[in-house]
């Protein structure tokens, strides 16, 4: 039950794309259709921006975007904003029925 | 507006216990997987487990089984989160979460636990 692995940093313009990783094995990632991102500010609690890999919740605006292939998954913010600063953890199911998070990457809009 | 509402943070030693408790409303609560998940300060996401809606079944990651409990009430919308043997790095925020596809929709605004010697 290792965490995933996020790059700790990204960062971008406004109004550019910045696509994070998360890598992950074939008891986790790899096994599942079955990855969320979350977004984090300071001091907040976590925010779901994609489920079951590239499914966005009701309000999540569609520069936010979810893939998968083999064992890692990426988050692609496109368009970037000033609001977009923040920490971003994937997470997975994983085999024997829990969850592992990855270790976080900070987003930072330029 | 859904809401859940953690309660009984603290101080304590070593070896201690503490119950978390989290309130719930404005969701089908009854209905509901349900996590406990912690952060460390400064540190990522860890989950600690789940419930099922029924309460029938719980899951633990294996950092925590044998310690750590989690239960709920659905009659009064409550989930629980039974501490044992605290060790110092059982120091964190502590949040209850809704299960959703399998990600968290609905989060609460934490609890600090603090384990000092």
């Known amino acids: 039950q290792s965490a995933l692995t996020q790059p700790p940093s990204a960062s971008g313009s406004p109004g550019q794309s910045v696509t994070i990783s998360c890598a992950g094995t074939s008891s986790d990632v790899g096994a599942y259709n079955y990855v969320s991102w979350h977004q984090q500010h300071p001091g907040k609690a976590p925010k779901l921006m994609i489920y079951?890999?590239?499914k966005r919740p009701s309000g999540v605006p569609d520069r936010f975007s979810g893939s998968k292939s083999g064992n890692t998954a990426s988050l692609t913010v496109s368009g970037l904003q000033p609001e977009d600063e923040a920490d971003y953890y994937c997470?997975?199911?994983?085999?024997?029925?829990?969850?592992?998070f990855g270790t976080g990457t900070k987003v930072t809009v330029l | 507006e859904a809401q859940l509402v953690e309660s009984g943070g603290g101080l304590v030693q070593p070896g201690g216990s503490l119950r978390l408790s989290c309130a719930a409303s404005g969701v089908r609560f009854s209905n509901s997987w349900m996590s406990w998940v912690r952060q460390t300060p400064g540190e990522g996401l860890e989950w600690l487990g789940n419930?099922?809606?029924?309460?029938?079944?719980?899951?633990?990651v294996d950092s925590v089984k044998g310690r750590f409990t989690i239960s709920r009430n659905n009659a009064n919308n409550s989930l629980y989160l039974q501490l044992n043997s605290l060790r110092v790095d059982d120091t964190a925020v502590y949040y209850c979460?809704?299960?959703f596809g399998f990600g968290w929709d609905y989060w609460g605004q934490g609890a600090l636990v603090t384990v000092y010697s």
């Open positions: 419930i099922r809606p029924d309460g029938g079944a719980t899951y633990y």
């Open positions: 997470s997975s199911y994983a085999v024997g029925n829990t969850f592992v």
């Open positions: 079951e890999v590239s």
């Open positions: 979460a809704r299960d």
